[in-house]
């Protein structure tokens, strides 16, 4: 472990404390750095939403097996063919309460049925949060449980663009039943949430000098008898700001190795026209977080189910969601959607471009070896609304399957994919969600 | 004259260290009080001498005679050493003429009142000490720094929450079908409709107005609800819990807070029954909370106002407690822990301004150059923060500087905020002497009745003005701020401690002997005396006296059954709380009201001792030592024929307990007429109810009584209750020793209290403008 060597040489070096040595060295963003954990290998997991299905035609392979040719959808991941997996025939199967929408969002990623509530949607009955925990929950739970696995978050809930309305179309991610966890979409927020406190103190020491100057103006306009109160606060502050300067110190030397604080560009509202850069700044922060082992599950919410995001961008005024019920005879409303759909999988492959770039801390290879992406989405198509064949299209390494194939699986209940993830990542259940749906266990021919 | 035993000697000077070795605060001789009898006429013996035989060289206090001997008589000798030295040199024309007893009594009244080490801290001329904000001025102070930027609150006396009805499940004008105050939020409509007009399928209703914590801490805001409903608390479009979704399973939410006394919180409640396919669950919802000590209830209608708030701002970190050794809150412990907090505090307080302030002053601000308007912003927020405007420098470093050097408006708030926060500029009050005179009477005005700044626009204005200058400019505006929910929930928090019923969570009583004193009852009867205190204090006469004579008190049907006629309403219908008719047989004040009356009693019986310290250490403000060791009180069982009087008599019948039980007892014998819940009572275990008390003032005059009436009566016009309650209060307010303005403050304030007709109101007012006059 090079790392963990000069961090204490550096320190000797330059004459701290062993209490200030051990203070620094708990700082939970530096625990950290370093290898995999021992025994096992790194393993990150990734949950991408994008909404109201898509365009199956020009989404899935036609062959299956190794030899496939990527659809204009799936263009933009061309680069990492070889490391890819497209998962067709596996349906959600959940029923009960709720439209359409909201179970394939609310029962994507938790695989059991909604409770009875009041919110309605289209013409299905109405209905409230998840019955269950989700899987990226689930599996954050676990590895939280083993302290080789434990992360400082454990798992990070990116959003981009989410509405500010708590409802079951926007909420993909359940910490139990009735536990909806509400994504961060504000990068500024993920940004506090993740370097807040370390931005915090290099904020703090930035200004103790001018304090000191201050302390000293104020000392004189007080009565000689009661100096001595600015007095003792005054040598505190120096002696925090001795401390403080240590710390950043070493802030630094981290930083040349790596593990920078990102800088996010300025003011940056959230607004519709803002989606490509807000998308940008939170896969950067993601890719942040896993250099830094925050966290090594994480979902990344683009909008929501039903979402609406109008990508003028791309030279489209209509939302998304209002497009998606068109018939496929409507030429144009076709086409835009299928450039709608290649817009999210440019995410998927930014995301996945980052990571592969981006070397493993502590250890050989880049966090795409050790990262799977899972893309998905709450419908299989938009206009019929059917959950048969949900989109499933997985990145990277992380899971440990065999990659560079096109898979056919007829018509299995999602849950068994679900299983699959918890059994990759080391922790295989009987069943998860509806027990009803994973009677033949995990999908089989992953590996 | 006989010769004293050196063992003697020795001992009184133990005692004598000791006494001198504890933390004491008293100014003047009146400490002498803490010593035994035997002690204090040994004191005055010496004192007899000392004048006779000493004073011409030494000087009346010790301070010595130039012409004689000049040096102060200080040192560290003890009293057997100084007892030593007297015999056997002093006086110097005469050494044999004071030996023995008197060289002792001699040597003991010296080194008490002025000699030794303890003394002369005791005899310190009182100052005004510097101090940093406490924890409470801080969460006060930012809590204004927000509210600067919003609109005033006006105090209101319309209580509880205005609801709006609509049929169907969204808000639509033309569905309206009602509009009412709604005293509470505890509503079980079950499957019927809430309102006549409105369909049992389908409504939306609106709750809007304010909540007015009276105490400041950490609450639990606790909302029961089986329908959909959103609550925006704190801000309009804050939300603090959103059940926008009813999922089954789910009617139970709570969110922990941190409230500030004294502030009201915007409060929008919206509550949906949706129509639909599937069952419907019946409609319930209430609005609840866990005050600090507390338990759950439903938000009282009192603590309810209707209109319409400015956003309010309460600091969510923890700030470690502040030192209290003094009785009331210094901000003095400088260490790294509290530091720590105000970088957290400034943290915080940078977001909600970059998230919260800056918004609406950006649309509020006219032109278009965004960095500029951010200057001004800040300016303001700087300049409000440290209670004067900024000259050129400060600008630079405070706003400038913070502003160059963070592109990102929102960082470069947050940047601003957390200097400013840490600064000592802001952080110590006492920093403003170059300012003016009207900005620093403003800066007292703010930290003696709100533990705050300066940040309504009225008197930010009176200040560029300059006209609080004189007497009648300050003292009108201390009258208008005295009339603030700030001050008044600091008064109320004074009164409390006067009390010593701050901390109070809760009371119970043996449910054989007392089976309707259940926890609701007792909830009532706390808010009985909550009632009753602000009426007492905040009606037009606000008369103290009333808080120990006033006939009447605040009753429900529940405290009537429980209590009988005496606590039959007044009016036969109106609000769940309301004043029962005027009977002096059945109240006097607080000294006949039950909660505080079943809070000084055990379980089963009553506590004459609990009562008599209650009445000598908070009502007539006089010392007592705490026993010498812990005793158990004699269980009633073990002497089943005697009464509470007599078990009590005979526990402290020895003569070491009488020094202090003698006063202790015989204050809470008067009150044995009230049982252990406060009931009136003529007779227990068949005996007749022995009530005859006595009191010694501290002028000496003996006053006896019989009964809590005859006992009330003294304590409402008693000159030492007058003075301990000006002593605790200006103490809470000002937080500095009344001495450290002028040596007779107290009794100065205290005259007038009695010229005001003794109101509370013109008491803090005195209070307020006396803090004003620092020199």
């Not at chain 2, 105090?155 to 499940?169: E, K, M, P, S």
């Not at chain 2, 000084?600 to 009562?611: C, F, G, V």
């Not at chain 2, 009572?681 to 005859?710: M, P």
């Not at chain 2, 450290?740 to 403008?769: E, K, M």
Request: overall charge neutral; hydrophobic content about 35%; proline content about 5%.
């Amino acid at each position: 472990m090079p790392n963990q060597t000069s961090r204490r040489d550096f320190l000797a070096k330059a004459g701290f404390s062993a209490a200030a040595m051990n203070l620094m060295m708990n700082l939970p963003s530096l625990r950290a750095v370093g290898a995999p954990a021992a025994g096992g290998k790194m393993q990150r997991l990734v949950f991408i939403f994008s909404p109201n299905g898509v365009i199956p035609a020009h989404f899935w392979p036609e062959q299956s097996g190794d030899s496939f040719e990527l659809k204009r959808i799936l263009q933009p991941l061309r680069e990492f063919k070889s490391r890819m997996l497209t998962l067709h025939g596996v349906c959600n199967r959940i029923k009960g309460d709720g439209d359409g929408h909201m179970r394939g969002i609310g029962c994507l990623l938790t695989g059991i049925e909604l409770f009875p509530g009041d919110v309605q949607g289209g013409s299905d009955t109405p209905a409230g949060w998840s019955k269950g925990i989700s899987v990226d929950q689930h599996i954050k739970n676990k590895l939280q449980a083993n302290p080789q696995t434990q992360t400082r978050f454990g798992s990070l809930e990116f959003g981009v663009m989410v509405p500010e309305r708590a409802d079951t179309w926007t909420r993909l991610s359940y910490a139990g039943p009735n536990q909806p966890v509400a994504p961060i979409d504000n990068p500024y927020q993920m940004f506090d949430k993740l370097y807040g406190q370390s931005k915090n103190k290099e904020l703090f020491a930035s200004v103790l000098d001018d304090l000191v100057v201050e302390f000293k103006r104020a000392e004189k306009m007080l009565a000689v008898e009661d100096q001595h109160i600015l007095q003792e606060h005054l040598a505190m502050v120096r002696d925090l700001e001795k401390g403080l300067k240590a710390e950043i110190e070493f802030a630094k030397m981290r930083s040349s190795a790596g593990h920078a604080i990102p800088k996010l560009p300025p003011n940056v509202d959230e607004q519709n026209d803002n989606i490509p850069q807000i998308s940008r700044m939170q896969m950067d922060l993601m890719v942040n977080s896993f250099v830094a082992d925050f966290a090594r599950v994480a979902t990344f919410q683009i909008t929501n189910s039903v979402g609406q995001p109008k990508m003028r961008w791309l030279g489209i005024d209509e939302g998304h969601h209002e497009l998606s019920h068109e018939p496929d005879s409507h030429e144009s409303a076709y086409e835009k959607l299928i450039k709608i759909n290649t817009w999210y999988c440019e995410q998927v492959a930014y995301l996945a471009k980052r990571l592969a770039e981006t070397p493993e801390p502590g250890g050989g290879g880049s966090l795409l070896d050790n990262t799977t992406i899972v893309w998905t989405n709450e419908l299989g198509k938009g206009n019929s609304h059917t959950r048969d064949n949900i989109p499933f299209v997985l990145v990277g390494n992380g899971l440990g399957f065999k990659m560079g194939r096109a898979l056919e699986f007829g018509k299995v209940p999602h849950n068994r994919l679900l299983m699959s993830f918890c059994e990759a990542l080391g922790y295989p259940e009987k069943s998860f969600g509806n027990p009803d749906f994973c009677a033949d266990g995990s999908l089989t021919g992953l590996s | 004259m006989g010769t004293i035993g050196k063992g003697h000697l020795l001992s009184v000077a133990l005692l004598i260290n000791a006494i001198c070795a504890e933390r004491i605060f008293c100014q003047d001789k009146a400490q002498i009080e803490l010593l035994s009898a035997e002690q204090s006429a040994l004191m005055e013996h010496g004192e007899k001498i000392y004048l006779q035989k000493c004073s011409m060289c030494h000087g009346a206090k010790g301070e010595g005679v130039s012409s004689r001997h000049p040096e102060p008589l200080v040192g560290d000798a003890t009293v057997a050493e100084l007892t030593k030295i007297i015999e056997e040199t002093m006086p110097e024309d005469d050494p044999q003429s004071c030996l023995g007893k008197d060289a002792a009594a001699v040597a003991a009244f010296i080194h008490y009142v002025f000699y030794s080490e303890s003394a002369i801290v005791r005899n310190r001329t009182p100052r005004i000490a510097v101090a940093r904000l406490t924890a409470n001025q801080l969460r006060q102070s930012l809590a204004d720094l927000y509210g600067h930027f919003g609109d005033t609150v006006e105090v209101t006396d319309q209580h509880g929450l205005q609801g709006t009805y609509f049929d169907g499940a969204r808000w639509k004008r033309e569905n309206k079908k009602l509009d009412r105050i709604d005293p509470t939020i505890d509503f079980d409509f079950a499957k019927a409709s809430p309102v006549d007009g409105v369909q049992a399928k389908a409504f939306y209703i609106s709750w809007e107005g304010g909540v007015k914590p009276d105490v400041t801490g950490r609450y639990e805001i606790v909302v029961r609800s089986t329908c959909s409903f959103v609550l925006d608390f704190g801000k309009i479009d804050r939300e603090l819990i959103n059940n926008h979704v009813q999922s089954e399973g789910q009617t139970e939410f709570r969110r922990s807070v941190y409230l500030l006394a004294g502030r009201v919180y915007p409060l929008k409640l919206i509550f949906v029954q949706r129509e639909r396919k599937t069952e419907q669950p019946p409609a319930r919802i209430s609005l609840g909370w866990v005050p600090p000590h507390g338990t759950e209830q439903i938000i009282p209608n009192q603590n309810l106002l209707i209109g319409d708030f400015p956003p309010v701002f309460a600091l969510q970190a923890e700030l470690p407690p502040d030192d209290r050794s003094y009785g009331y809150e210094r901000g003095v412990a400088i260490d790294r822990i509290w530091d720590e907090s105000t970088t957290a505090a400034g943290i915080e307080f940078g977001q909600i301004a970059a998230v919260e302030l800056w918004p609406s002053s950006r649309r509020r601000d006219s032109g278009d150059d965004q960095r500029a308007k951010l200057r001004s912003f800040l300016n303001e927020l700087v300049t409000t923060a440290f209670r004067q405007p900024l000259d050129d420098s400060l600008r630079k470093l405070y706003v400038d500087q913070q502003l160059n050097s963070e592109p990102d408006d929102g960082e470069a708030i947050k940047r601003a905020v957390l200097v400013a926060i840490k600064s000592p500029r802001f952080l110590y009050p006492a920093l403003d002497r170059e300012s003016s005179q009207s900005q620093r009477v403003a800066n007292r005005l703010a930290l003696t009745l709100y533990d705050s700044l300066p940040s309504d626009q009225w008197l930010i204005d009176l200040v560029r003005k300059n006209e609080l200058e004189t007497d009648l400019q300050i003292r009108a505006a201390a009258e208008r701020m005295v009339e603030d929910y700030r001050a008044r929930a600091k008064t109320r928090e004074m009164l409390y401690e006067w009390m010593n019923l701050s901390q109070v969570a809760e009371i119970t009583k043996n449910s054989a002997s007392f089976p309707d004193f259940s926890p609701e009852l007792v909830d009532e009867l706390r808010q009985s005396l909550d009632l009753f205190i602000e009426e007492v204090v905040w009606s037009k006469r606000s008369d103290f006296r009333q808080f120990f004579q006033a006939d009447w008190s605040y009753t429900t049907q529940r405290l009537e059954q429980s209590y009988g006629p005496g606590w039959r309403p007044r009016e036969n219908s109106g609000p769940k709380f309301r004043k029962t008719a005027h009977d002096r047989q059945a109240h006097c004040g607080l000294l006949t009201h039950p909660f505080l009356l079943s809070h000084l009693a055990y379980n089963d019986t009553t506590s004459p001792i609990h009562r008599g310290v209650f009445l000598i250490r908070y009502m007539l403000g006089r010392t007592l030592r705490p026993p010498a060791e812990a005793f158990t009180p004699l269980s009633p069982n073990l002497h089943p024929d005697l009464t509470t009087r007599e078990r009590v008599e005979l526990q402290t019948s020895p003569n070491e307990c009488q020094t202090c039980h003698s006063k202790i007892n015989s204050l809470g014998f008067a009150m044995e007429n009230l049982d252990a819940v406060g009931r009136f009572r003529t007779h227990e275990k068949e005996k007749a109810i022995n009530s005859a008390g006595r009191y010694t003032t501290r002028k000496g005059d003996e006053i006896k009584f019989s009964g809590v009436h005859e006992l009330a009566d003294f304590i409402a016009n008693s000159e030492d209750v007058r003075q301990a309650f000006v002593n605790r209060a200006f103490l809470h307010f000002v937080k500095q020793p009344p001495a450290a303005f002028r040596r007779s403050t107290v009794h100065v304030l205290s005259d007038r209290f009695v010229r005001n007709r003794y109101s509370i109101r013109d008491l803090i007012t005195d209070i307020a403008v006396t803090a004003t006059k620092e020199n």
